[in-house]
């Protein structure tokens, strides 16, 4: 044994935070937020568990309780002014607005359940606090087009790798270079991607009427998971022969696909987890651009940003990028054109 152990699953953190929770805090999590992807239940738990960990330490109501020993007729004394000692305290901690306003409406998510749905609550104190506003950002982080052809340059000869990542440069790379294409071209969400399974990538090819092509991927998004209706999220020739290259490359090894193998696996042919696909995405754009505030959703916001300078269609961005409010979509519509008019400005002594 090398002492070396493998890193907790979300479901087996989401259990080790179950247990932490008070009782009547798990209906919701099962079967309120069942339909939930389980990283955002993963968010909402850990919300909560802040805002119980912070009662019990500031509440009157509480003497000497533990988080896991409250109960229904505790939080029944929970006022709107108790709500507004909590945002006021978050607000001394340093957090950020977003924090803030994220963590009081996961707890104000679970009161509502507790409301309407169990009718053990008649009144959500969260509803009568303080709002916390959340300022607009005026920029958005990502990469521009010569920065993504930089980062898949470097996936797809290796430059800048280090010796060790260099040695598995070649088993990973046709995957890799597919992942990271996928995201630039289509605005998927990491959970959306990490989901996928090899049936559903869907490539319609006509030859005697090419305007007829179609390539999708066929994923349940994120605003649609209430209503469990798949959408197609379309890509483009060049992510297909991306993805060709690399679906080909493991039938070439005997690879056999089933409708529940994954689309993107390791080397021993397990799903790709989450983890596994950021710290892969670090690794280049850290040996490509050096920068350190490019994530994942940053390659979302990529897309977001270079699909609206071209397209400068505003409502086929919002349906590309999966939101369910317009609001989302305008921030790179703002930002992109923010952009443009102070570079366009330069010259403004002219």
């Not at 179950?18 to 909402?44: D, Q, V, W």
Request: proline fraction near 3%.
């Amino acid at each position: 044994m090398n002492g070396i152990q493998n890193p907790k699953t979300d479901n087996e953190k989401f259990i080790e935070l179950m247990e932490r929770l008070p009782e009547f805090t798990h209906n919701y999590f099962y079967y309120g937020a069942s339909n939930k992807a389980i990283l955002t239940k993963l968010s909402y738990a850990r919300d909560i568990l802040y805002f119980f960990q912070y009662a019990v330490s500031n509440y009157k109501y509480f003497p000497e309780k533990n988080v896991k020993d409250l109960t229904i007729d505790d939080i029944k004394q929970i006022k709107p002014l108790d709500i507004d000692r909590f945002v006021t305290w978050m607000d001394d901690q340093n957090l950020s607005e977003k924090t803030r306003a994220r963590r009081k409406t996961s707890v104000s998510v679970l009161f509502n359940y507790l409301i309407n749905t169990e009718q053990k609550l008649e009144f959500n104190p969260v509803s009568g606090a303080q709002k916390v506003e959340v300022s607009q950002s005026e920029f958005v982080t990502y990469l521009n087009r010569s920065e993504q052809e930089q980062l898949l340059n470097c996936i797809q000869s290796g430059v800048g790798l280090t010796p060790r990542q260099f040695i598995y440069h070649e088993k990973y790379k046709k995957r890799d270079l597919a992942i990271v294409f996928l995201f630039l071209d289509t605005g998927l969400r990491i959970s959306e991607l990490h989901g996928l399974n090899v049936k559903d990538v869907v490539i319609f090819e006509d030859n005697l009427r090419p305007e007829n092509n179609e390539c999708y991927v066929i994923t349940l998004r994120k605003g649609h998971k209430k209503a469990k209706t798949p959408s197609k999220v379309f890509f483009s020739d060049e992510s297909k022969e991306y993805l060709r290259d690399y679906l080909e490359s493991r039938e070439i090894v005997g690879e056999k696909f089933t409708d529940n193998t994954p689309l993107f696996t390791t080397i021993d042919g397990d799903r790709l987890s989450i983890r596994e696909i950021q710290q892969m995405l670090k690794k280049y754009v850290k040996a490509s651009i050096g920068r350190n505030d490019i994530s994942v959703h940053k390659l979302r916001s990529s897309f977001a940003m270079e699909f609206y300078k071209s397209q400068h269609n505003i409502l086929v961005l919002q349906q590309r990028m999966g939101h369910k409010s317009m609001t989302a979509t305008n921030i790179y519509a703002r930002a992109s054109e923010k952009e443009d008019e102070v570079r366009n400005s330069r010259n403004w002594r002219n």
